[in-house]
């Protein structure tokens, strides 16, 4: 396809390759981060992923030999051979990823009839065998390759032997290990060997394809039949270095307000103030923590976007304002499609503006959604998104705290767009095909802005559609999950490889969004939605309510154990926050990613670690009472016993309905809070140290919880350590000025309260 390599040249940190064909271009990004890249229909990249400048003054060299191309940094060396093969080794020489040099084909012979129809999608088909994509790159398999990332699929954790699609998509059917696509768009993994790690990033917006040896075990491929060859290797030491340098490409998870990491509850839908103020004033009854409550469509005046039902919901923001006095935030569902409806004031808005997504023939196109037709706004144009932002401040004068973009696939009632539909893509024209994937991304960073412009606080967003890089602008939740015992079997390895795409903050519908949940379903899964950044309760009309009193008088009291177990670790929580706006790592863990050396991890989909330090091992069957537990090496301490259990073997445990086992690396000293029903009730001025026995260091986190200030040194730094059985607290970083007052230091059955003024303390008769 490219043919041989005619000329080259250096400049600065990219090379230049003249092939036959094409142009070729090797860059370095940083010392571990290298771009391929062949611009089949831009010169140059036009990343969505990637924002500002992210190259680091990297020292390069070339060289050549009989067989290409040698282009080095200080981390890496890539071979560049003719046809634009491309391999890639470490520093000492060790092959870490190269391109397979045979042709595509697949384990068993296609039908010809088969290949008729996929010549009618538009694929080359090469030697009647395999399906070559226009541009596509195969990776040979050393045969100890896992994979994981790709954003959030289904299936289980290591992602070898599927394929997928990264296309979003708007699918109500209940969700198996077989689906190609869902909501999200992440062309990311990494992969594990025994004896090195690297990640792919596959920055091409068009529909591509990820098949991980499931075709032939002699190869993986990606591919896309439009756009550039545009693709990142990204190395790095340990499966950690990979990430933080995909993050550091990507972009990180910025801080967020505090209130939302408790507890959100939600259902399609609440249909009248009434409904609303009833839900409020039960969590209250039964003293079970809640922040948020959700409106979903019906809050909207004919499900006009940026309305007021009033006929429902009474005076705007009357019922906000009511439950924000019983201390409650509220989170507003908008959805892209605008009612087509002239006198409404947002679309004539929008058609003066021309800010509306158009036919060929230069006409506004019309599908149809939950306000009927509706016309869909063009987010790539940055005067669309400046528009869509300055509308955020009509939520926020109603008293709304957080806005949850739902429907931005885009999703239709008339199936899915065409792919000829007009957009724009920042000062250009384009099309359906390249805009759908960043449709949902380009949303939620204009309602981020919106929201960071006119309340000066860290915005809240929710998003259901997204692609690479989202994770700056917005949470995710995964979709319309259902209410089935595989749905919430499914969530730990889903959640695990979206925090490995660089998706932090993010959850599922606890309780299961469609179909009906069981109470011991609902008791099971918040013992999961507990430790999940988003944290929020949500199901569907034609559903049974889902509300935990409903459900008798044993799982109301595991439901309430639970979310008050999530916000005494609140402050742990956010600590993880921190960490992750540093590095990249996220809040829910695969034991891969601290434990990639111990093979029992790497298809471990029943655990998951909280942060590094506590080890949650669900009950994720129904009827099941006890538990098959792996502990990896160290020593580990159960949360609710205290027994002290050596790792690196499995053991049964007890697990009725009433306990998830949760266990505590030796030497970790976790944060807690006082008892609270939701955040601004109590004054935040104690802090409880739950301390375990060993060697061990924590940095914990402080601020105000709101707004950017952090950003210019408004924090507090902490440092707790545990050594020879004395523990130190100092202050390494004093920019806040509500620091504790007092620290409750536990340790098995004692308990020392220390006052703090500032000053290094240390302490030892609480170990």
Known sequence: MYGKIVDYSLEGQKLVIQFEKYKGIIEAFTDEIINVFCGFETETHRSKAIEGEKHKETKVSVTKDETGLIFTTDKLRVYIADEFKVDFYDAEGRLLCADYRGKREYAEQV???????????????????????????????QGDEKFYGLGDKTGFLDKKYYDYEMWNSDIP???????????KSVPFFITLRDTC??????????KTFFNMAKENEKYCFFGANEGNLDYYFIGGASMQEILKNYTYLTGRTPLPQLWTLGYHQSR???????EILHIAEKYREYEIPCDTIHFDIDYMDGYRVFTWNEKNFGKPGEVIKQIADMGFKTVTIIDPGVKLDPG????????????????????????????????YPDYGNPKVRSWWADNQKYLLELGVRGVWNDMNEPASFNGELP?????TDEDREANHAAMHNVYGHLMSKATYEGLKKWDKKRPFVITRACYAGSQKYTTFWTGDNQSLWAHLQMAIPQMCNMGLSGLSFIGTDVGGFGADATGELLARWVEVGCFSPLFRNHCSKGSIHQEPWLFGDEVPAIYKKYVELRYRLLPYLYD????????????IRPLVLHYEKDKETYEMNSEFLFGENILVAPVTEQGATKKIVYLPEGIWYDYDTKEKISGGSYFLKDAPLSVCPMYVKAGSILPNYEPMHYIGEIELDTL????????????????????FEYRNGAYNLYRFRQTDGVLTIELLHDGYDKKYKQFKIRCGKTETIVPFTGETIKVRESL
Request: hydrophobic letters at 35%; a negative charge.
């Open 268 to 274: 399609w839908g609440y249909e009248t103030k009434e």
């Open 688 to 707: 409880i140290l739950d301390v375990y026995p060993g060697e061990g260091e924590y940095l914990h986190y402080q601020d105000n919880g709101e707004d």
């Open 173 to 183: 059917q209940a969700h198996t290990d077989s689906f190609k696509a869902l909501y």
């Open 197 to 206: 790690v690297y990640g792919l990033f596959f920055d091409n917006t068009y």
């Open 344 to 375: 409404y004031a947002k679309y004539d808005e929008g058609i003066e503006g021309g800010y509306f997504a158009k036919t060929p023939e230069g006409e506004v196109y019309v599908n149809a959604v939950w306000p009927g037709d509706a016309v």
């Open 111 to 141: 039908s010809e009839e088969f290949l008729e129809l996929i010549r009618a999608e538009g694929h080359d088909v090469a030697d009647g065998n395999g399906l070559d994509y226009k541009i596509q790159v195969v990776k040979k398999m």
């Open 576 to 587: 993880l926050f921190y960490e992750g706006e540093q590095t990249g790592m996220p809040i």
């Open 419 to 423: 792919k000829d539909v007009v957009f």
